[in-house]
Structures are given as C-alpha cells and as structure tokens.
C-alpha cells in the first residue's frame, strides 16, 4: 500500500502565506489599477511610474508565486523550479524598475529594507524547496 507522506508544518505556512499575500497581489494591482481604490496625489505619482511591463510582470511574479506555492503544498518536485522563476522574475523586475527610477523617489527606507527582507525570505522558501526535493520529500 502506498502512504502518502506528510506535509512538514513549514510547507503548510509557507503555502498559506504566498498564496494568501500572491492573491492579495493580484487583487490589490487590479484594483488599485482600475481606479476602484482613490489613491491620494503621491500614490497617484507612484503609480503612473509603472509601465506596462511593470505591471505584467508584477502580475507574473505573483501568478508564478502562487503556483509555485500550491505546488510545493501538493509535494511536487515541480515547485523547485517555479519557485526559482518566481524569485528571479521577481529579483529581475525590481531591478529594472529601480534601473529606471531613483529609489529614494519611489520608496522610503523602510520600504526598502521591507522589500530584501522579503526576497531573503523567498530565497530561503526556495532553497528549503530544494532541500524537501533532494531528501525525497517531492514526487
């Protein structure tokens, strides 16, 4: 008879969390977007930073995120992979937009601190992805 085996605890607060905060990405943009949330004039000037490219790419991340979370929630060794993609679209894409604009315009300090210690944090997502795939754990 063949187990299925158990997801660690970590793999379920690592699911909950990137697909909660991707949807809530997703959600966010589109309705920010589309003018359905009034933004004052220094979120408007944000904003209208974006180009296109920003915003496919923003809406990438977080579709790529999310299944790569769901597949890392279902034990597949496919997760590795995407979830790799997802960081390094997303390191790619902030890259550009702060090539492109001076961050200390778009963003306060915080915000940049934030913003790496989210990526730190998706870094070590990844890599305990990879470790679950290379100790059998994904199928």
Known sequence: MH?????????????LFYSLSSIY?????????????????????YV?????????IGYLVAATTLVGAFLLFRLKKAAVPTLFLALGVN????????????????IDPSGLLYQAGGMALFVVVCFYARHLGRHGVLS
């Open 48 to 56: 209208a930073r974006f180009k296109t490219f920003d915003m496919i």
């Open 25 to 45: 990405s997703i959600v966010s943009v589109f309705f920010i977007t589309s003018g359905v949330f009034e933004l004052n004039p220094e979120q408007q000037a």
């Open 3 to 15: 187990t299925r085996p158990r997801r660690p605890l970590p793999v379920w607060i690592v699911f």
């Open 91 to 106: 390191v790619f894409s902030s890259a550009v937009f702060y090539l492109r604009n001076d961050p200390s315009t778009v």
